[in-house]
């Protein structure tokens, strides 16, 4: 892998990434919609918007693999998780076949399963429950991904992220949580293994409290450092300021299923 593009550069995970990937592959060109505040002279970086599609082929030309982080990163208006999310995601797949990219990380989100109850263990393998209008885009820029891995032999990693940071936050993040560097083990396993052709991992460290079986990931040789556990006490202390939430407290996605939610009403 000789060079790899990644887009939403100037966002929370790409931030952090373009520290964490320095050094790993020769050539990375980095993208967004905006210019991170914090650009070094040696950064390759490109403005573009992904819901253009001419913008997203001159991107991707020359580039062997794509990280694809660019887009709306909560729940949006319909527009904007079309354009940004729904058109952004097709046409950085197409725009990838279109100049021979080989490989294509996407970064999916748990949102596209939230409506599973906390009390089912899934893995890769259920049907798509989203919680949000985001949680849709997501799971469509999963069927995007298998139609160009079935069609064209793109090589294609979805990442059902949980949640990025140093530290879970709260008691639902104790089971998704994500520490930076196991994020950068599943990019490089999208990127480099011999044997990706189609997969889905959970975006998620070695959290003791999972609700999700990701042994899919762990079979291409995933092996997260970072334990929820360790965090339990202060997360738990933090979840003392929350509100009780009866929607989302019951479910994955946690307040993105009681956002709008009126299902208990008109059921
Ligand atoms: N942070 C998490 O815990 C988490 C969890 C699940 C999934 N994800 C996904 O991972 C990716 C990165 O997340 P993040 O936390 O860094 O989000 P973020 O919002 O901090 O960053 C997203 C970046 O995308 C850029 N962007 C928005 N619209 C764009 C467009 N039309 N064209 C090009 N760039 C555009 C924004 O400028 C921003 O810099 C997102 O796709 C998000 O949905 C993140």
Avoid at 38 to 65: H, I, Q, Y
Avoid at 118 to 142: M, N, W
Avoid at 203 to 225: E, I
Wanted: proline share 4%.
């Amino acid at each position: 892998m000789q060079s790899v593009l990644v887009t939403g550069a100037a966002g929370g995970i790409g931030t952090r990434l373009r520290k964490l990937l320095k050094g790993v592959y020769p050539r990375i060109r980095w993208s967004d919609i905006k210019k991170p505040a914090d650009l070094a002279p040696d950064e390759e970086f490109v403005l573009a918007d992904v819901s253009d599609m001419a913008a997203c082929e001159k991107l991707t030309a020359g580039m062997e693999g794509i990280v694809h982080l660019g887009g709306h990163s909560t729940e949006g208006s319909w527009e904007t998780i079309l354009n940004a999310n729904i058109i952004g995601c097709y046409n950085m797949f197409e725009a990838a076949y279109r100049n021979n990219v080989k490989r294509v990380v996407f970064a999916s989100s748990n949102h596209a399963i939230g409506f599973y109850p906390r009390t089912q263990k899934i893995g890769t393998d259920v049907t798509v429950h989203p919680d949000s209008r985001y949680g849709i885009s997501k799971a469509f820029g999963e069927a995007t991904g298998a139609f160009y891995s079935d069609k064209h032999a793109l090589r294609v990693t979805c990442l059902r992220i949980g949640n990025f940071g140093d530290k879970p936050v709260d008691e639902r993040r104790l089971s998704i949580w994500l520490k930076p560097e196991d994020l950068v083990q599943l990019i490089r396993i999208g990127l480099e293994h011999p044997d990706i052709k189609f997969e889905i991992f959970y975006g998620a460290s070695d959290n003791a409290a999972t609700w999700w079986d990701n042994s899919n990931a762990r079979k291409f040789g995933y092996k997260p450092t970072g334990k929820g556990e360790d965090y339990r006490a202060e997360a738990m202390e933090s979840q003392k300021k929350l509100p009780k939430d009866p929607v989302g407290d019951r479910y994955q996605g946690g307040t993105y299923c009681s956002d709008e939610y009126d299902a208990d009403r008109r059921g």
